[in-house]
Structure formats: structure tokens, C-alpha cells
């Protein structure tokens, strides 16, 4: 069906009125410029254009970026490109033309009076570009349906085109889905005209979605073309001309630029903002499917006018200046047009390592298990013990797996979800709690080469939602909590179940296979081949607790490195007992040849376990090798009266006992130890994006104690294998910009590298981006974010993290160091350093807990408030005593002082005195 707007006034093009907010008048200039395929039409265009400033500063432009808005906005929506474009030129940066244009009937441009379908807008993009005789190298960049015309535009000039970026915007309609429900209101019958073009509705509305709220210099800038009625016939004819079905007349058109899109070989770029609800991640994920070397950057938290929400022209500039050789070599007549023209196969080239999709299929490397499924392989045949439940589902107690049903069960499982159509590369999102069906099922999905998303339920609903649609999996499997919570807040992908289900149940769960099903179906049938170690294996979400959960990348060559690396420290092997109180180390037993358990508790609130449950699985796997949180460690102490002459003996054949994720006290760690009297304590150091860094016993934290010099912090021991470290020197605002060294006492950001060090961040190029800086060419590095230096016996020492380093006038302090010397304070359980006030004038304040717990919030007594300000070399503005100090849930112990730094300093002047 295609829609009609009745009332299409004609008018000429004219500049726009001066005095707009952030709009510099002189970049705008009229066009004329005639309408091809033989009419005798010309057309005038407003457009902004930095290229008569860009001559007066005497730069030769490197490229143009041409900028194409989309509906209901003009070109002020690229301003900020165009200034900043041109503010990078004169002070001696690559110098890009920018053009941005206000399409025919929309912004300052002619109103023509006549209907402009897709395939018109393309063909009148390209009309201007050839009345301006433009020449390449072209960068394209459009937004909402503007991006959907500038592709058209890129697809039909492979001559001048040496890359393509878009902001929010639909190329096609994913299968299945609605047209988003703003814009089938738009086009209810009655509706179309009298919300697009009688009045401003619509234009108000898409103005209302930004987050935070435009100002009203900004929506008056973007009400400015669109005044009077007979302004507003371009937005209803853009409405209209949305094809929501076959029959539009220009779905023909949007097919043809969608789908030769998967034949562009040049640099693609996609910021996105995920809370549109008109273009959302749906729309991102099938852009990329035809783009998959898109480096794409979500910003968590930003939507549909994205433009207005973050500083996506640094973001696009930084991409340009990134890709400079590569595009300065496309887009000109001397270049390749092969790399360019619409061939008759996708163009293969190397996937950038950055990239958003891992849909892409690599070439299979052929040859004998090994990695992760080599003892899955080797112990096939084994009735050993290969994992045990201590809380199964069925509620039947203990339950052990043998190496034979467990390797027998991937096999089926992986041939099943074969047959229901899970393919290599497909991501596969698991919710269900830890146990023998999330490993087989984890183990079965890396066997067929699909790609996992594990996501730590302790995110809540709300971070879980946004770590699920981000990474847009092609399949969930879970339990029924987590298939509620799937169907109820619309997640995608096709549902299956671990445990069949009523007719009722699977239509109210939206539920198509079940697990059982699944072994059926994959009894009989052969496996793929086995995935390459460079096919990305999973992506994994940190906990959320230093800031949104960010989806880490490894490839099965990665996570293989991630088991030899803990193979090689702590000696785990076939015939290792492994209780794992933290699930991912639990997952990888079976690629560890280990027998492992998960203790009987609630994973994502680990202060749950107590001392018996550990002593239990201990005794269930004949354990020695045993990991645990710091969070669950404090409640495994706390109930260690508990533990029965039984449960005593079976720790007391512990051999090696671990904890990591937050730093542990040397006193928490002994108490533990008391209960395992014949393990090596260790508390390794590593975050999601490298699980293992370095490692330290409690011995050698005992050790550490006694070292005097340097500004302290906690110490996490040396490298461990295969692992390099590197300091990056803080300066006076404690910004990391330092050269990469391991002289000692440099304090900075630590910086790692290791085989088993993350791939990327998924749908981050930026942060992505961030966390390589400073790296060596041809290496991979992750900046950590985590301050500390090094000692002259190469330990590594932990000082906080890089954004709470506060920076005073004496210089900048570390948090770690003083804060462990104000808990020396009889009367102080935990404290937290923050600073209040502007950066480089910065006063520190001393939040603490007390022993007794205080009652309620207040200034410190002066006898508290003397010793602790006796105990640390630096000057405290004020003493706080809190209850309880606020921590995240998944480690109870990482405190964000950057919002305990606003409380304190809103107390301070003079605010309520609530709980932080």
C-alpha cells in the first residue's frame, strides 16, 4: 500500500534566518541543480558546506563527508560536524569537507510540490552531487531515513565511495517484525495529514526523544524550516512513503540498496543509540548482517537523536583518522572500482578485529580435537566422574555426570540444534543457572561453532535486558524464569526450553524446541566440522559494577589460552577435584579435564554460600583445587561454626585454595585458610576481559606487607604465565598518557598482554578502541582501568581505578594505599577515599564504617575523626561515618566513589544527611 499527503505547496529554497543556536551562518549555501533523466527541471538546495572556509584557511580537503538528515529534521542536525570538521582544519588536523543537505521539500530547500519516493531521493542526492562535480574520496553519513538515501547514494557512486557511516536508521524491514509503532500511527488513516503536515506533531514528538531533553534554543533551531503548514508536506511525504509492505511502491528500491549492501567492501561505521524506539538494536543487528566489517559503537543509554545526545563528531572524526591510509587511497578514479562496484559474490576481505557481528564464517581449520573439547574427546568413553550437581532441578540431591554422558550429550545437542537451524557464527544468548544443562549446552553450542552470550543474572532485569538486546542473539535457551523474563520484555531470538513444557505453557513462553527434543532430533546425525581457534567462541558480560556491562569477545583460540593459562598456574588437570563458587571457572572444568561442582547456593548473590555447602562439594568431587568470591569467602567465615568434624576433614584436603574478582584482605584470607589448613591461599588478579593476570599467595601477601616504599595499594602478586604488564604514567589530572614501561614506582594505568587476553568489546568501538591505545603495532593489549605500578621484585600493586584518582593541588592521590591505613584505625571496618570539588582543587574526605556499625549518617567524633586523619600522609577535609558503605552486588566490596564523592560533597554543603 502507498500512502498520499494531500497538501504539497510549492516554495523556493532559502537560506535559513540567522541567530539559529550553534549554527554558523556562513556555511550555508544555496545550490542549483538540474533533475536527471531528461527533464527540464532544475531544483535549488540548501545545504552546509565547509569547503568555501576550508579554501579561505588554504587546505586542500583529504575528503568530503557527505551528510544526509532524515525526516522531520534538516541539516543543523550535522552542525556540530561541520564546525568541528572545520575547527580540526585550522588547527592543522586532516581537513574534511563537509556537506550536509536539507533534501528536496525538507529544511530551507525548494519545496517542489511533487511526490519523492526512494528511488527520486537517490537519483536527486545524486543529481546535486554531480551539479557540485564532486570527487572522492566521498565518505557518506546518514541518519534515520536520511541513511537509507545517502546508501543509495553510496551504492550507485562506487567511484568516488571510500566508506559509509549511519546513525540510527532502517535499511530494511527485519522478517517478522512491525514498522515501529510511532510511525504506524503516523499512518493510521486520518492521521497521516493532520500529524505530519496540518500540525507539527510529528516533528514535536521525534524532538521529545532525546535524553536529556533538547533545550529550547536546539528545538527552536529544528522548528525553524518547518513554521507554517505549508513547510511541512516533506515530512508527511516522508511518512508516507515508508514502505510497510510488498507492495509499496519503494519497497522495490529500499530491496535493491539493502541487498547490495552486502556487496561493499569499504570502511562502514554505525553509532547507534539503543533506546530508539523507532530504529532499535532489531535495525542494527540486520544492518550489520550486510556489513559485518562495520565497526559499530551503542551508546548505552542514548536514542533516536543521537546527534544530540553524545559527540558523535569527534566519534566520526576519530574513525576518519583512524582509517586515513585506507580511505585516502579509495574514492578516486585511480583507485580499484572492483573494490567497489556491486559484484556478483560478497566481496571476502579480513574482518576487522573490532567489529560489531560474528556472523562472519572464516574458513574451518580442519584437524584433531583439541582446545576446549579435547577431553570431551579423550574421556568419551570414561564412566569418571565429570561434573556433579549438588542442587539439581529435579530436586533429587546430588547428581553426578560421567565423562560418557557428558561428551555424548554435547554431541547430541550440538547435531540438534543443527537440525532447528543454529549455524556457525549464530549467537546463542543462555539463561539457566549453572549445573550439568548449562554446561552441555555451553559445550554443545562451542562444538557447532555458535557464538555464547553469558550474561550474570546479579545485572538485575533491567542490565540484563540491555546486555541480551545488545548483543541481539539469533537463539535463547533457558529456564523458565529466564523465558518469562525473554518473552515478557521481548527479546529476540527463538526460544528453547531446558524441560518440555504443555502445549500452554510453550505458547505463553513463545517456546520452540526443548532440550529433550533437541537430543533426539541430534541422536542420529552427524557433526559439523570442529571451529577454528581464530571463530569467535563467546561473549561474555562483565558484572556491571565499575560502570554498564560491556560484552567481552573471545575466540575459541582465546578461551583455549584462558584453561592452559590455569592449567599451567594452580595444576588442574584430569583427576582434579575443582569446586567452583564462581560460575565461569565452573564451565570450564570439562575443558580443564577436571571434575568440578558448583556449591549448593544462589549464584548471583554469592554471600549466600555458607561453609558446609563449600565442605559439601568438596567431599562430592573429592576437591582440591577450590575458587571462591570475596563476597562468598565472607560469609563462608561467617559461618564456619557450623562446619562439622566431617566437613573439616574433607577441606582439610584442599591443596590449593583461590579467590579473585576484588581484592581480599590478608585477614579475610587467613581466615579462610584456618578452614583449609593445607592449602596454598592465592588471590589471582584478572577482570572478564583477561581471567588470569597474576597471582599471589597469602604468604606473599604477608611478604608485601613489610615493603615501606611506594604509595602502597594491594598487591596481587607477579605475572603469570605467557603475561606481560605495563604501567601507564598518570598526569597532573590523572589521565593515563604515558609510554607503556615497567620501570618501578611509576604509577598508572595497568596494561596487559596475554594469549588469553579478550578479542574486543562487542558493539563498542570506541571503548574498544580506548583499551588498545598505546599498544605496540601488531600486538594486543587491554588497558584494565585499574591503577597501580610495579615493585622492584616485578609485584604488581593495586592503588583503585583510573576514575577515582582525585586530583588536588599537591598532586594527584590514589585511593587504595590511604584507605588501607585509615582501616588500620581500631574503631574503622572499611573506608573509602573521595575527593570533592573542581579537578586539580580537589579536598579529600574519608567516608567510613565503624566497629560497631554506626546508627545513622554524621560527622565523625573528633577523637575518630584525629586518628584517622593521624593514620594518612595526605590532608582530610572531613571524616564521614556511613552504616554501611554502598558496594556492588555481585562482589559486596567495589565501591563507586564517584557517586559517593557527589554525596559527600552534598552533605558537606550543607545537604540532608542520607544514606549514600
Known sequence: MTYRVSRLAAAPASLPPVGLYGLDPSFSRLVTAPESEGLQVTHEWHLLDNGPRLRELGVTPVGTILCVHGNPTWSYLWRDLVSSATTAAASGGEAWRVIAVDQLDMGFSERTATVRPLARRVRDLGDLTDALHLSGPVISLGHDWGGVVSLGWAVDHPDLLAGVAVLNTAIHQPEGAAVPAPLRLALLRGVLGASTVRTPAFLETTLSLARPPLSAEVKAGYRAP???????????????????????????????????LRY????????????????????????VDRL????VHRFEGAGHLLAEEVDYASSVLTWLGDRGTELGSLGTAAANPSRFAVATEPVEEEPDPNRFDEGYVKPVVAGPPAGLFRFLEELRDSSDTALVEMAPTNGDGLTAVSWSLLSRRVRQLAAGLAMVGVKRGDRVSLLIQPGADLTAVLYACLRLGAVVVVADAGLGLAGLTRAVRGAWPDHVIGAPAGLAAATALAWPGQKISTAKYSRAVRRTLDVAYSLGELVSLGAEQELPPLPGPDDTAAVLFTSGSTGPAKGVVYTHGQLAAVVDALAAQYGIGVGTGLVAGFAPFALLGPALGARSVTPDMVVTSPKTLTATAVAAAVAAVDATVVFLSPAAITNVVATSDALTAGDRAALAGVEDFLSAGAPVSERLLSAASDLMPNATAHTPYGMTEGLLVTDITLEGIREAALVVDGPGGVCVGTPAALVRVRISALDERGDAVGDLTDEPLVTGEIVVSAPHVKDHYDGLWLTERGSRRGAPAGERWHRTGDVGHLDSDGRLWVEGRLPHVISTAAGIVTPVGPEQRIESVFEVAR?????????????????????????RVALATPGLASAVRASVDVPL??????????????????????????????VLSGGRMTHP
Do not use: C, M
Open 226 to 260: 518547518y513554521l507554517a503548514s505549508e513547510r511541512r508536506g516533506g515530512i508527511g511525504g516522508f511518512v508516507a512513503d515508508i514502505p510497510v509492505d510488498a507492495d509499496h511502491e519503494s519497497h522495490p528500491e529500499l530491496v535493491r540498496i539493502a541487498e547490495a
Open 264 to 287: 561493499l567492501a569499504v570502511p562502514a561505521l554505525a553509532l547507534w543509540g539503543p533506546r530508539d524506539p523507532i530504529f532499535g538494536d532489531r535495525h542494527l543487528d540486520d544492518l
Open 292 to 295: 559485518p566489517h562495520a565497526d
Open 831 to 855: 573506608a573509602a577515599l573521595v575527593g570533592i570539588g573542581p579537578a586539580g582543587l580537589k579536598q579529600l574526605v574519608a567516608v567510613v564504617e565503624t566497629e560497631p556499625a554506626a546508627q
Open 877 to 906: 577535609a572531613a571524616v564521614l561515618v556511613v552504616p554501611r558503605l554502598p558496594t556492588d552486588i555481585r562482589h559486596n566490596s567495589k565501591i563507586d566513589r564517584i557517586r559517593l564523592g557527589e554525596w559527600a560533597a552534598d
